[in-house]
């Protein structure tokens, strides 16, 4: 089955950096990769995702790359805020008409970014 | 983005009792429902996925006599847990996926459960 890792586990910034969070995937038939992010004690809630026909996608300060020969996908934030510290999980899907196209998640990253 | 309201957000229960949580798809029709269970600081751990008007499938290592669950609505999905002991205090999340659409999954706010 499918198998995602994701590093690194925790990543502490200054407000103003960048992050970037990476993640590497087992099963080449996966064509979904989601980011959440999760605050203490909520669901996690989507941020950016890429499916596999692209190679990049941005939306404002976040960033989502894809590498589909190496099976490797990034998450890049620009320009910290305190209020970006949170968990991140990556997670891959096989999302199709003909199976669920459950997700399978990374370990999660701890991001804190210092005012 | 579309709404999935878990409820309770929090519960304590004494051991050997049941409890049951629900997932609501508030503005979409959920033919699929999954149910992730989280360890503090651990990761969403698939426990099954549920489609509508059918048996629920489980993960390997989750036992579905335990976790019973029901998704007998295109908006409406519910985890049991039966016979609840310490171990099974966790952090249950359920999300809704619309397969009609290409979309994502919307994920509930959690519940919080406490075996005492």
């Not at chain 2, 033919?31 to 059918?54: C, D, H, I, V």
């Amino acid at each position: 089955g499918e198998n995602v890792e994701q590093h690194p586990s925790t990543l502490s910034v200054q407000e103003g950096d960048s992050a970037v969070i990476k993640c590497t995937y087992s099963d080449s038939a996966s064509n979904y990769f989601p980011w959440y992010k999760q605050e203490l004690g909520k669901g996690p809630q989507l941020i950016i995702d890429i499916r596999s026909n692209v190679g990049e996608k941005k939306d404002q300060r976040i960033a989502v790359t894809l590498n589909k020969t190496a099976k490797h996908f990034s998450l890049h934030i620009t320009e910290t805020q305190p209020e970006d510290s949170a968990v991140y999980f990556c997670a891959a899907s096989n999302y199709g008409s003909s199976n669920t196209g459950k997700l399978i998640f990374g370990q999660g990253t701890t991001l804190q970014v210092k005012p | 983005g579309a709404v999935v309201s878990q409820h309770p957000s929090r519960v304590i229960c004494k051991s050997g009792t049941s409890v049951k949580i629900e997932c609501r798809s508030l503005d979409f029709q959920a033919t699929t429902m999954f149910w992730y269970r989280q360890f503090p600081k651990q990761s969403l751990m698939l426990m099954a996925t549920s489609n509508e008007g059918s048996k629920a499938t489980y993960e390997q290592g989750v036992e579905k006599d335990k976790f019973l669950i029901n998704h007998a609505s295109l908006t409406l999905s519910t985890l049991t847990v039966t016979s609840a002991h310490p171990e099974d205090s966790s952090f249950y999340i359920c999300s809704a996926r619309d397969m009609g659409t290409i979309t994502e999954a919307f994920f509930g706010q959690g519940t919080r459960l406490t075996v005492v």
